[in-house]
């Protein structure tokens, strides 16, 4: 796929991580899971932040933080779903 047609859609999933992590934090806040809620509010905000900094065209410590936003990333999905998963469980027995 050429460039031009891969960053937009790189973008647009970028931007649905982002609101899934605001989303799942209205969600655990409502439900008062308060720590799923923060880690999620935080993750949301940190990738936010590297995301913003590397599509400004921005090198050198802009690039550190967003793989550490990254790497927050995932650490936020296996927290997610390891959350699910126990919570199907409990739901199953």
Request: hydrophobic share 50%; with cysteine.
């Amino acid at each position: 796929m050429p460039r031009s047609c891969q960053r937009p859609t790189q973008r647009s999933r970028f931007v649905c991580l982002i609101a899934a992590c605001f989303v799942l934090a209205n969600r655990f806040s409502r439900e008062g899971r308060r720590g799923l809620a923060g880690f999620s509010l935080i993750t949301g905000v940190v990738f936010l932040a590297g995301f913003a900094g590397i599509a400004s065209g921005s090198h050198g410590p802009t690039t550190l933080a967003f793989v550490a936003g990254v790497g927050l990333v995932w650490a936020w999905l296996a927290t997610v779903c390891i959350h699910f998963y126990r919570a199907l469980a409990d739901a199953a027995a």
